[in-house]
């Protein structure tokens, strides 16, 4: 067991000074580099257990203590189901009292690299479907030396999963994670300045799940003012896994309540005599219930479900609550801020290896295209799958095991990842926001672990961009070739000088020293390309795929100005 935690942990290191915050006092570890010492909060309690009649409610925020707390773990992770590669390489203790945050600070001062008003601050929320992961899954060490050395104070906060933070139905809140992000950024803002970080200088960060939270928490009135900057990466709001119809949620709680033993039918009351439910909603009786056999998991294994449109049912809703105007209502009056957002070049990939099609180009394009334009209420459905079919299928040799693959990838990577964070660029632009724009390209074929075996081709795919920007990997061992060391300089730079300056290029204003340009709303399809030697401003992101995709929803869905040089209708429908 000490192996296994080992990995989670880091190299040697000593206590920090105590540190004051709202709570009380704090002390945790310190870690020495060249530059000097960054110390790293573990498992700091931004709310109180979400356990019993807190199960499904609203977080509290946090009880004060006496004593100086020791903040040297991690705390523990939203109960879910493990997978296979959790089980083989690290191990996290899993409880519901898991609304935690650590935060990673330079013991030097702001002051002495020209921050005035502290450090800036990075708050990164991490993926996993909604479902699965958590803060400590992505270290401390490697935060500490990659990002922290820069000159930067960075957060990593957990929200409850699954069941536990994304339910919907009667006397219940829904959006639970989603308020459990809120108080975590409302915790930063109150308390960062203990760790030299300035409140008003506040960057949000998220990869995929993480990404779409980040989109979504720009849009509430009651998180969009927590925060200046935004990285949605590989995910957004507008992507098809990201939000839900609250109904749809709450039949699938239903029906999972129903599996549980929970009867909807009355029964008897042997006190009067009358007819009455044991128990008065699904959720009275789901709180009865322990904690591990309410987890899930991400592949539809245990309690988990992927329904028939190959979507995750635990998600975001539109409630009226957390998002009290339709979505995109909110989106047009939130307030303005700068953004760096974008893909890897073959998001798709993992997904294929994880679950690979049959080989068949045609037969899965088709049968991908239905549930997608189904879902955007396409109302001719042939004409728009013909069209849409020879982005894909054009040229490609049905006896090629190679290009057939590429071809599903590339669908994949479209319909899941890249029409919808496409789409939040091309919008935010429109909408005045400054937003910079980049593909990740850069793979090291070494570094998948178990999970290089089930993969067609190794390439830059979901996720694949982590490591270089926390120095730790979610799928294996990570040990930094040389030439993993330089994009791990390029990654980081970009992300500290954004979350510093709101400009990746840095504070520099010599034009030829701005490399990455940003959108403009006459062309949105430009990007940065981030590979190992080649850095360089492209145009036409996956060679235009995601406008030729939304031209053609657009004019199926009589979306008004759809013949414009660039859409900007919403891919999520009618959400």
Not at 226 to 236: D, E, N, R, S, V
Request: glycine residues 8%; charged residues 25%.
């Amino acid at each position: 067991m000490g192996a296994i935690k080992s990995r989670l942990l880091s190299p040697s290191w000593t206590k920090s000074d105590v540190v004051k915050i709202s709570q009380g006092e704090i002390q945790g570890r310190r870690y020495t580099f060249a530059k000097g010492n960054v110390d790293a909060f573990l498992g700091i309690p931004f709310a109180e257990p979400p356990i019993n009649e807190l199960r499904f409610q609203k977080p509290v925020p946090a009880k004060g203590w006496d004593d100086v707390r020791q903040c040297t773990q991690f705390g523990p992770r939203c109960p879910h189901d493990e997978l296979l590669i959790e089980k083989l390489h690290r191990n996290v203790e899993k409880n519901e009292d898991c609304l935690r945050l650590n935060v990673f600070a330079p013991e030097w001062s702001a002051e002495s690299s020209g921050q005035t008003d502290g450090f800036a601050v990075l708050v990164f929320v991490h993926g996993g479907g909604f479902a699965v992961h958590s803060a400590a899954h992505y270290g401390d060490y490697g935060i500490c030396d990659a990002l922290c050395c820069k000159d930067v104070v960075v957060v990593t906060i957990q929200y409850r999963l699954g069941f536990f933070g994304f339910s919907a139905g009667e006397g219940i809140a829904s959006n639970i994670g989603l308020w459990d992000q809120t108080l975590a950024l409302q915790w930063v803002k109150d308390n960062v300045h203990s760790f030299g970080g300035n409140p008003n200088n506040i960057t949000v960060f998220g990869q995929s799940a993480g990404g779409a939270c980040t989109d979504l928490l720009m849009l509430s009135p009651h998180s969009r003012d927590l925060f200046q900057k935004a990285i949605p990466m590989a995910g957004t709001a507008l992507c098809s896994f990201s939000l839900n119809d609250e109904e749809h949620v709450a039949k699938v709680c239903l029906k999972a309540a129903i599996k549980k033993g929970y009867n909807p039918e009355p029964v008897e009351n042997n006190e009067n005599g009358n007819k009455e439910p044991v128990y008065s909603t699904p959720f009275e009786f789901l709180r009865t219930l322990p904690a591990a056999t309410l987890q899930v998991g991400i592949f539809g294994t245990g309690n988990y479900e992927v329904n028939r449109n190959g979507k995750i049912d635990l998600t975001p809703v539109f409630d009226k609550d957390f998002f009290p105007k339709p979505v995109e209502e909110l989106r047009k009056e939130a307030p303005k801020k700068i953004i760096m957002t974008g893909v890897t070049e073959h998001e798709g990939l993992l997904f294929v290896g994880m679950r690979p099609a049959k080989l068949d180009v045609h037969a899965e394009v088709d049968k991908l295209l239905d549930r997608e334009l189904i879902h955007h209420n396409v109302k001719d459905i042939e004409t728009v799958k013909e069209k849409l079919m020879t982005l894909y299928t054009k040229g490609v040799d049905s006896n090629n095991k190679k290009e057939v693959t590429k071809a599903i990838v590339k669908i994949v990577s479209d319909i899941f990842i890249n029409n919808g964070n496409w789409l939040f660029a091309d919008k935010m632009t429109k909408l005045g926001h400054t937003v910079y724009q980049y593909c990740f390209e850069y793979c090291n074929p070494n570094d998948f672990g178990l999970i290089g075996f089930m993969l067609p081709y190794k390439k830059a795919t979901h996720g694949t961009e982590m490591p270089y920007i926390f120095k730790k990997s979610l799928i294996t061992t990570f040990i930094p070739s040389a030439e993993d060391e330089k994009v791990v300089e390029t990654m980081t730079t970009f992300f500290t000088n954004f979350a510093k300056y709101g400009n990746p290029n840095g504070n520099d204003p010599t034009p030829e020293l701005q490399l990455w340009k940003p959108l403009s709303p006459d062309n949105t399809l430009k990007y940065l390309s981030i590979n190992l030697d080649k850095v360089r401003m492209c145009e036409n992101l996956n060679d235009g795929r995601s406008y030729e995709w939304q031209k053609l929803v657009d004019l199926e869905t009589n979306i008004d100005n759809a013949d414009e040089a660039s859409p900007t209708a919403s891919i999520q429908g009618k959400l």
